[in-house]
């Protein structure tokens, strides 16, 4: 399996809702990545996770809450999100052996806050 | 501050062409420069460049490094209309985040259009 999956691949939410985002990776990569990215933009980091321990947090607003509960998941929870937070979310793993580093996108979900 | 620079930021060009695109870094610590193709969704891996000077080849596309200079190049030939994409470049580690995992500094993309 040579693929990181994503759901939804959609969601609209409101600004009082609680939503999870989910990730799902099976090439034994024990470093998982989110990324969020707004239109005609690259993709900025949100939160790295290494061997299961958060190890990055970008000063993301709280509202948004990773968990990595395994080698092979990675969680991203939302609550109380504004409409600014529309965007393309992006799970990503990669290897963790020297030089092996390259990163491997799932297909993102849309997200909608309105 | 660590810093990509993609240009041209956007390109038109006609099926059959041949195109460079380019990426010039600044980093503290560069391990690597990671090529990446984005359509509607995720973007897509290419090829990590980590040596100057040798040149990775997959079809029609081809990208190679310079280190001294702090450079790559995207070559696409023969281009076809499904090339059309945003062409990101990334360098990593921008900082060893912990533990083998890497964090990339990614650049503003070149939109490459190509038309029939």
């Known amino acids: 399996d040579t693929e990181v999956t994503q759901t939804p691949k959609h969601l609209v939410m409101g600004m009082t809702n609680k939503k999870s985002l989910k990730c799902e990776q099976h090439?034994?990569?024990?470093?998982m990545y989110w990324y969020k990215q707004k239109a005609k933009k690259p993709p900025e980091l949100m939160f790295v996770?290494?061997?299961?321990?958060?190890?990055i947090n970008e000063s993301v607003p709280s509202r948004f809450s990773p968990e990595c509960p395994n080698s092979s998941l990675l969680n991203l929870h939302l609550h109380a999100l504004q409409p600014e937070d529309s965007a393309l979310y992006l799970c990503a793993s990669s290897p963790t052996r020297v030089l092996r580093n390259e990163q491997f996108f799932g297909p993102g979900t849309r997200l909608t806050v309105l | 501050e660590d810093k990509v620079v993609q240009s041209p930021l956007s390109l038109v060009v006609h099926e059959g062409d041949t195109v460079t695109l380019n990426c010039s870094y600044e980093v503290t610590n560069f391990r690597s420069l990671l090529w990446y193709k984005q359509e509607k969704k995720a973007p897509t891996f290419l090829f990590m460049l980590t040596s100057s000077g040798i040149e990775k080849k997959s079809g029609r596309l081809s990208s190679i490094l310079d280190k001294k200079e702090l450079f790559s190049i995207l070559n696409i030939t023969a281009t076809q209309t499904g090339d059309s994409a945003v062409y990101l470049c990334a360098v990593g580690p921008s900082r060893h985040s912990g533990a083998g995992s890497y964090q990339l500094t990614f650049g503003k993309g070149t939109k490459l259009s190509v038309i029939p």
């Open positions: 996770y290494s061997y299961e321990k958060l190890s």
């Open positions: 090439m034994g990569h024990r470093a």
